[in-house]
């Protein structure tokens, strides 16, 4: 079965520092992966997405994410963090071969940083 | 840009009420979803259409159904309400690219 883990409930940064926010994935074949924001009160944003090729892929507001095949892995990290970067961050997953194009999502990181 | 627009922000309905939650979308996407979103449970799929009345359980329909009788638009039912239903309701449309969700609905049953 398709699962996504994201282990850190909530990550704390201070601005101007770097962030990771970690994702773990187990889905059969080779997937597809996104990103997702949440700001308070509001529905999610796309951030970004790997499909193919390079394993790092960079997104909107100056994140990035690599790709890490043999850990399963898409952690999503930004250089130099801003307060306005708090928010509630989903990775998800889809299968290739699922013509359904269901994502399946991680619990959600809630990610403060502060001044 | 594309558009998905939820009828409701907030909802407060009652134990036993039947409740609709409508969504919609401008971009003429085929694929629409319904998720809830609980606090450390992340989303998950309660429906979803590929088509006009052509409709497929998600991970957790029970509770719950839906109707599309116009491209875009995709209602999610709730016959009888009940207070484990108390959730964040997020629909979603897609294209080849990625999936664009609408601001949420929040549903409190009391």
């Known amino acids: 079965a398709q699962s996504v883990a994201q282990p850190e409930d909530q990550v704390n940064v201070a601005e101007g520092n770097p962030l990771t926010v970690k994702c773990t994935y187990s889905v059969s074949g080779n997937p597809y992966l996104f990103w997702y924001v949440q700001y308070p009160n509001r529905g999610l944003q796309f951030l970004l997405k790997y499909i193919t090729g390079d394993n790092l892929v960079k997104g909107s507001y100056g994140f990035e994410a690599e790709f890490n095949k043999s850990q399963t892995s898409f952690h999503l990290k930004k250089p130099s963090a801003l307060v306005s970067d708090s928010a509630l961050y989903f990775c998800?997953?889809?299968?290739?071969?699922?013509?359904?194009?269901?994502?399946?999502f991680g619990s959600g990181t809630r990610l403060l940083v502060r001044p | 840009d594309v558009k998905v627009t939820q009828s409701s922000r907030y909802l407060v309905k009652r134990t036993g009420e039947k409740v609709f939650l409508e969504c919609v979308q401008d971009?003429?996407?085929?694929?629409m979803f319904w998720y809830r979103q609980d606090p450390g449970l992340g989303l998950r799929l309660i429906y979803f259409s590929y088509d006009v009345k052509m409709k497929e359980k998600g991970d957790i329909p029970e509770g719950y159904s839906v109707s599309r009788e116009k491209k875009e638009r995709f209602s999610l039912i709730l016959e009888s309400a009940s207070t484990n239903q108390t959730s964040m309701y997020l629909c979603?449309?897609?294209?080849?690219?990625?999936?664009?969700f609408g601001p949420g609905t929040r549903l409190t049953v009391t």
């Open positions: 998800a997953v889809r299968d290739r071969m699922d013509s359904s194009y269901k994502l399946i």
């Open positions: 971009m003429d996407h085929e694929n």
């Open positions: 979603a449309s897609r294209d080849a690219a990625e999936q664009y």
